[in-house]
């Protein structure tokens, strides 16, 4: 089992920046790929940023070039830097890995990122 705690939501001003956080506990070797989803209401969970054991990363459209996904050394802690938030960046946001020695996928609690116009 993998426990995912996030970090570092909140409310900003559009144009305004927030950096989440999030750490794997539990047996995190296997952990492949780590990243962040998001859902806003009345929305799907959408994929915003991955970043796998290589650090090669993949954003959504809608974010390249204003977030940045970094994972540290130890590869149990992965961080999503966002800059020039929009209004419709509001969403909860969901740290996630994947472990392929088991095939398994894991959830946080998420977390309330707000953007006020």
């Known amino acids: 089992q993998v426990q995912l705690v996030e970090s570092g939501g909140g409310t900003v001003q559009a144009g305004g920046s927030l950096r989440l956080s999030c750490t794997a506990s539990?047996?995190?070797?296997?952990?492949?790929?780590m990243g962040w989803y998001r859902q806003a209401p009345g929305n799907q969970r959408e994929s915003v940023a991955t970043i796998n054991n290589s650090d090669s990363p993949n954003y959504a459209d809608s974010v390249k070039g204003r977030f940045l996904i970094s994972r540290d050394n130890a590869k149990t802690t992965v961080y999503l830097q966002m800059n020039s938030l929009k209004p419709e960046d509001t969403a909860v946001y969901y740290c996630?890995?994947?472990?392929?020695?088991?095939?398994?996928?894991?959830w946080g609690q998420g977390t309330q990122v707000t953007v006020s116009s």
């Open positions: 996630y890995c994947y472990r392929w020695t088991r095939g398994d996928e894991y």
């Open positions: 539990g047996t995190t070797n296997g952990i492949y790929v």
